[in-house]
């Protein structure tokens, strides 16, 4: 069985370029989430879905962040017009939904995003 | 404000020898915590997590104290191993709260030393 997979691992932006960014989760994994990873930190909460229901989008940090997940199964993180703030790696994780409260998320390995 | 907190960047302890790491948490509401370990390249991977009705949680070399009056929970491995040598996260979430989105630490980054 397949982990989360992530793609591109990296990627090279000039400011302003729009990005787009994608995570295959676990096959059955009904929640998705995404998070940033700044240099040195931890993860922070981005957005999550519920199959393809968005159901928080609190931690984007600005209009310039989209995301959907369109059939339930891959997603994709947008970033439009990007700065150089937004350079950090992009962690996608699932889980299912009724254990991971305790069981945890997958993560997959990350897009690392350099705006230069 | 960072509602989870690792005051320790690094640790180093010897193989063989017990490692300890430490957390921190202000949300009274987290109904679980959990540890992730990060190995350079990957993605964050579970480890182990405790309930917040329970004050110990032991699996293999690993066990995790928690302390609910003092808001501090602890990871202890027993006895380290190289291949334990990695960055810990510490996360907490609450379970009725958007399938476990979970809130992290700044990590901790263990070095065992053979």
Redesign the interface.
């Known amino acids: 069985g397949a982990g989360?997979s992530q793609s591109p691992r990296y990627k090279v932006a000039k400011r302003g370029q729009d990005v787009a960014l994608r995570c295959d989760p676990i096959s059955g994994h009904?929640?998705l989430?995404w998070?940033q990873q700044a240099l040195?930190?931890?993860?922070?909460?981005l957005t999550?879905f519920?199959n393809e229901a968005q159901?928080?989008k609190s931690g984007l940090p600005s209009d310039r962040f989209f995301a959907e997940r369109p059939e339930g199964s891959v997603s994709t993180l947008k970033i439009q017009r990007t700065q150089q703030e937004d350079s950090a790696v992009y962690?996608c994780?699932s889980?299912l939904?009724?254990?991971?409260?305790?069981?945890?998320?997958?993560?997959?390995?990350?897009t690392r995003l350099l705006v230069l | 404000d960072q509602q989870v907190k690792q005051n320790s960047p690094s640790l180093s302890v010897q193989e063989g020898r017990i490692s300890i790491l430490n957390c921190d948490y202000t949300n009274s509401m987290f109904d679980y915590f959990l540890w992730y370990k990060k190995y350079p390249a990957e993605g964050p991977t579970f480890l182990i997590s405790i309930s917040s009705i329970k004050d110990k949680n032991e699996d293999g070399r690993f066990t995790v104290f928690l302390n609910k009056s003092a808001k501090h929970l602890s990871l202890h491995i027993v006895p380290s191993q190289p291949g334990d040598s990695a960055v810990y996260f510490c996360a907490a979430s609450r379970a009725n709260t958007n399938a476990g989105k979970s809130t992290f630490g700044d990590g901790t980054t263990l070095t065992v030393k053979p």
């Open positions: 989360v009904v929640s989430f998070y040195g930190q931890g993860p922070e909460f999550y519920q159901l928080d962690l994780a889980s939904e009724l254990l991971a409260g305790s069981q945890g998320q997958y993560f997959g390995p990350g």
